[in-house]
Protein backbone atom coordinates (compact mmCIF):
# COMPACT_ATOMS: atom_id res chain seq x y z
CA UNK A 1 0.00 0.00 0.00
CA UNK A 2 1.16 3.55 -1.00
CA UNK A 3 2.32 5.63 1.93
CA UNK A 4 1.99 8.91 0.45
CA UNK A 5 -0.57 9.52 -1.97
CA UNK A 6 -0.50 12.41 -4.59
CA UNK A 7 -3.09 11.62 -6.59
CA UNK A 8 -2.91 14.33 -8.96
CA UNK A 9 -0.18 13.49 -11.45
CA UNK A 10 0.00 16.54 -13.67
CA UNK A 11 -1.78 20.17 -13.00
CA UNK A 12 -1.53 22.87 -15.73
CA UNK A 13 -2.55 26.26 -14.77
CA UNK A 14 -2.20 30.05 -16.31
CA UNK A 15 0.60 31.85 -14.74
CA UNK A 16 -1.08 34.34 -11.45
CA UNK A 17 -3.35 31.27 -10.60
CA UNK A 18 -3.16 29.81 -7.31
CA UNK A 19 -2.90 25.62 -7.28
CA UNK A 20 -3.25 23.34 -4.50
CA UNK A 21 -1.48 20.43 -4.56
CA UNK A 22 -2.86 17.57 -2.36
CA UNK A 23 -1.11 15.09 -0.53
CA UNK A 24 -2.44 12.08 1.75
CA UNK A 25 -0.16 10.00 3.92
CA UNK A 26 -1.06 6.83 5.83
CA UNK A 27 0.98 5.91 9.15
CA UNK A 28 0.33 4.00 12.64
CA UNK A 29 2.62 6.03 14.40
CA UNK A 30 2.14 8.91 16.50
CA UNK A 31 6.08 10.90 15.83
CA UNK A 32 6.08 11.15 12.84
CA UNK A 33 7.51 13.85 10.26
CA UNK A 34 6.13 15.47 6.66
CA UNK A 35 8.45 17.08 4.24
CA UNK A 36 7.39 18.96 0.71
CA UNK A 37 10.40 19.10 -1.88
CA UNK A 38 10.57 20.41 -5.33
CA UNK A 39 12.11 18.84 -8.29
CA UNK A 40 12.36 21.84 -11.50
CA UNK A 41 13.33 20.37 -14.84
CA UNK A 42 17.44 20.83 -13.91
CA UNK A 43 16.60 17.58 -11.96
CA UNK A 44 17.72 18.23 -8.47
CA UNK A 45 15.60 18.03 -5.44
CA UNK A 46 14.95 21.09 -3.56
CA UNK A 47 13.41 20.91 0.33
CA UNK A 48 11.17 23.01 0.66
CA UNK A 49 9.28 22.42 4.35
CA UNK A 50 9.08 20.20 7.32
CA UNK A 51 6.16 19.18 9.28
CA UNK A 52 5.98 17.24 12.72
CA UNK A 53 2.90 15.47 13.61
CA UNK A 54 2.36 17.14 16.86
CA UNK A 55 2.39 20.49 14.80
CA UNK A 56 -1.11 21.66 12.81
CA UNK A 57 -0.55 24.99 12.50
CA UNK A 58 -0.59 26.35 8.67
CA UNK A 59 2.62 27.67 7.81
CA UNK A 60 3.08 30.56 5.08
CA UNK A 61 6.53 31.24 3.41
CA UNK A 62 6.11 33.90 1.06
CA UNK A 63 3.68 32.87 -1.80
CA UNK A 64 3.93 28.78 -0.59
CA UNK A 65 1.70 27.64 2.10
CA UNK A 66 1.12 24.10 3.62
CA UNK A 67 -2.34 23.12 5.19
CA UNK A 68 -1.18 19.76 7.71
CA UNK A 69 -4.84 17.94 8.42
CA UNK A 70 -4.17 15.06 11.07
CA UNK A 71 -7.70 14.71 11.01
CA UNK A 72 -7.77 13.74 6.84
CA UNK A 73 -4.34 12.60 6.80
CA UNK A 74 -3.59 15.55 4.81
CA UNK A 75 -0.55 17.87 4.19
CA UNK A 76 -1.53 20.18 1.21
CA UNK A 77 0.66 22.63 -0.88
CA UNK A 78 -0.34 25.75 -1.91
CA UNK A 79 1.29 27.85 -4.28
CA UNK A 80 -0.30 31.65 -4.57
CA UNK A 81 -0.40 33.39 -7.91
CA UNK A 82 2.02 31.01 -9.65
CA UNK A 83 4.93 31.65 -11.84
CA UNK A 84 6.62 30.29 -14.34
CA UNK A 85 9.38 29.19 -12.16
CA UNK A 86 7.33 27.32 -10.26
CA UNK A 87 7.16 24.61 -12.38
CA UNK A 88 8.47 21.29 -11.34
CA UNK A 89 7.55 17.99 -10.01
CA UNK A 90 6.86 18.45 -6.30
CA UNK A 91 7.04 15.70 -3.89
CA UNK A 92 5.51 15.21 -0.65
CA UNK A 93 7.08 12.82 1.69
CA UNK A 94 6.54 11.06 5.64
CA UNK A 95 9.42 9.69 8.00
CA UNK A 96 8.85 7.24 10.35
CA UNK A 97 11.20 4.19 10.25
CA UNK A 98 12.29 5.58 6.66
CA UNK A 99 11.75 7.91 4.24
CA UNK A 100 8.78 7.46 1.80
CA UNK A 101 7.91 9.85 -0.98
CA UNK A 102 4.79 10.13 -2.70
CA UNK A 103 4.84 9.65 -7.02
CA UNK A 104 4.31 13.39 -7.52
CA UNK A 105 2.91 16.31 -9.10
CA UNK A 106 3.97 17.27 -12.60
CA UNK A 107 3.18 21.47 -12.31
CA UNK A 108 3.16 22.80 -15.12
CA UNK A 109 2.93 26.93 -15.01
CA UNK A 110 1.82 28.70 -18.43
CA UNK A 111 2.74 32.08 -19.14
CA UNK B 1 31.19 23.82 -1.71
CA UNK B 2 28.74 22.06 -2.82
CA UNK B 3 26.94 20.10 -0.35
CA UNK B 4 26.43 16.57 -1.78
CA UNK B 5 28.18 16.19 -4.96
CA UNK B 6 28.08 12.87 -7.19
CA UNK B 7 30.08 11.76 -10.05
CA UNK B 8 29.62 11.24 -12.94
CA UNK B 9 26.28 13.38 -14.15
CA UNK B 10 25.83 10.88 -17.01
CA UNK B 11 26.75 7.63 -17.57
CA UNK B 12 26.24 5.79 -20.48
CA UNK B 13 27.24 1.67 -20.88
CA UNK B 14 26.64 -1.44 -22.80
CA UNK B 15 24.28 -4.12 -20.77
CA UNK B 16 26.72 -6.59 -18.75
CA UNK B 17 28.92 -4.02 -18.07
CA UNK B 18 29.99 -3.35 -14.54
CA UNK B 19 29.94 0.62 -13.31
CA UNK B 20 30.39 2.77 -10.07
CA UNK B 21 28.62 6.04 -9.07
CA UNK B 22 30.97 7.92 -6.88
CA UNK B 23 28.59 10.43 -3.72
CA UNK B 24 30.88 12.95 -1.32
CA UNK B 25 29.03 15.07 1.58
CA UNK B 26 30.67 18.03 3.12
CA UNK B 27 28.20 18.60 5.25
CA UNK B 28 29.37 15.98 8.39
CA UNK B 29 25.96 14.34 8.58
CA UNK B 30 25.67 10.94 10.07
CA UNK B 31 23.93 8.95 7.35
CA UNK B 32 24.12 8.79 3.77
CA UNK B 33 21.36 7.38 0.57
CA UNK B 34 20.88 6.23 -2.20
CA UNK B 35 17.44 6.49 -4.87
CA UNK B 36 16.68 5.28 -7.87
CA UNK B 37 14.07 7.37 -9.59
CA UNK B 38 12.61 5.62 -12.56
CA UNK B 39 10.84 7.16 -15.89
CA UNK B 40 7.92 7.99 -14.16
CA UNK B 41 9.67 10.12 -11.63
CA UNK B 42 8.93 7.12 -8.96
CA UNK B 43 11.48 7.78 -6.08
CA UNK B 44 12.60 4.50 -4.15
CA UNK B 45 14.93 4.61 -1.72
CA UNK B 46 17.99 1.55 -1.88
CA UNK B 47 20.35 2.44 1.05
CA UNK B 48 21.51 3.76 3.61
CA UNK B 49 24.66 3.84 6.01
CA UNK B 50 24.79 5.23 9.22
CA UNK B 51 28.46 5.65 10.70
CA UNK B 52 29.49 2.88 8.08
CA UNK B 53 26.75 0.62 8.90
CA UNK B 54 24.21 -0.70 6.58
CA UNK B 55 20.84 0.11 8.15
CA UNK B 56 18.30 -0.13 4.83
CA UNK B 57 18.11 -2.41 1.70
CA UNK B 58 15.19 -2.29 0.24
CA UNK B 59 15.32 -5.95 -1.46
CA UNK B 60 17.62 -4.33 -4.18
CA UNK B 61 19.25 -6.74 -6.34
CA UNK B 62 22.62 -7.81 -5.18
CA UNK B 63 23.94 -6.73 -8.35
CA UNK B 64 24.02 -3.29 -6.28
CA UNK B 65 26.34 -3.13 -3.46
CA UNK B 66 26.97 0.32 -1.69
CA UNK B 67 30.49 0.59 -0.36
CA UNK B 68 31.44 3.41 2.23
CA UNK B 69 35.12 4.48 2.84
CA UNK B 70 34.10 6.89 5.76
CA UNK B 71 31.41 8.61 6.71
CA UNK B 72 31.66 11.65 4.13
CA UNK B 73 31.34 9.02 1.37
CA UNK B 74 28.64 6.31 -0.17
CA UNK B 75 29.38 4.83 -3.49
CA UNK B 76 27.36 2.73 -5.75
CA UNK B 77 28.62 -0.29 -7.59
CA UNK B 78 26.73 -2.07 -10.39
CA UNK B 79 27.55 -4.89 -11.84
CA UNK B 80 26.22 -6.77 -14.58
CA UNK B 81 23.93 -3.92 -15.72
CA UNK B 82 20.84 -3.81 -17.37
CA UNK B 83 18.22 -2.35 -19.28
CA UNK B 84 16.39 -1.80 -16.38
CA UNK B 85 19.01 -0.34 -14.39
CA UNK B 86 18.63 2.69 -16.94
CA UNK B 87 17.38 5.41 -14.35
CA UNK B 88 18.14 8.57 -12.37
CA UNK B 89 20.08 8.03 -9.60
CA UNK B 90 20.15 10.06 -5.98
CA UNK B 91 22.62 10.17 -3.65
CA UNK B 92 21.46 12.14 0.05
CA UNK B 93 22.58 12.95 3.18
CA UNK B 94 21.13 13.69 6.49
CA UNK B 95 22.35 14.60 9.72
CA UNK B 96 21.76 11.54 11.98
CA UNK B 97 20.05 8.09 11.76
CA UNK B 98 16.85 7.40 9.44
CA UNK B 99 14.40 7.59 12.35
CA UNK B 100 14.62 11.37 12.06
CA UNK B 101 13.11 14.86 11.71
CA UNK B 102 15.65 15.94 9.71
CA UNK B 103 15.41 16.42 5.91
CA UNK B 104 17.34 14.89 3.52
CA UNK B 105 19.78 16.60 0.81
CA UNK B 106 20.03 15.71 -2.16
CA UNK B 107 23.34 15.47 -4.82
CA UNK B 108 22.50 16.66 -8.30
CA UNK B 109 21.75 13.16 -9.74
CA UNK B 110 23.47 10.30 -12.31
CA UNK B 111 21.24 10.11 -15.32
CA UNK B 112 22.09 6.04 -15.92
CA UNK B 113 21.34 5.01 -19.79
CA UNK B 114 22.18 1.16 -20.16
CA UNK B 115 22.02 -0.14 -23.59
Known amino acids: AQKVTQAQTEISVVEKEDVTLDCVYE???????LFWYKQPPSGELVFLIR??????QNEISGRYSWNFQKSTSSFNFTITASQVVDSAVYFC????????FGTGTSLTVIP | DTAVSQTPKYLVTQMGNDKSIKCEQN?????MYWYKQDSKKFLKIMFS???????INETVPNRFSPKSPDKAHLNLHINSLELGDSAVYFC??????????????FGPGTRLTVL
Open chain 2, 92 to 105: ASSPRAVVSYNEQF
Open chain 1, 27 to 33: TRDTTYY
Open chain 1, 51 to 56: RNSFDE
Open chain 1, 93 to 100: ALSEAQFY
Open chain 2, 27 to 31: LGHDT
Open chain 2, 49 to 55: YNNKELI
